[in-house]
């Protein structure tokens, strides 16, 4: 995914979209991943996703 693409795909930090890119997977999975995980309370999400926003 280029750099332009990541800003289109990007909606609050671009974690979603970087993991897509770096698994192959289409990115509305990853979102929908987090979302039910945030939902349903498994593990720490939105934690997770705020650690990965700094590692990327």
């Not at 970087?18 to 934690?47: E, N």
Request: with cysteine; aromatic share 12%; proline share 2%.
């Amino acid at each position: 995914m280029t750099t332009e693409s990541y800003q289109s795909e990007k909606k609050i930090l671009g974690v979603c979209a970087w993991l897509s890119d770096k698994f192959d997977i289409d990115v509305t999975i990853i979102r929908l991943i987090f979302v039910i995980a945030a939902v349903f309370g498994l593990g720490s999400p939105i934690l997770i996703y705020f650690i990965l926003a700094l590692v990327k």
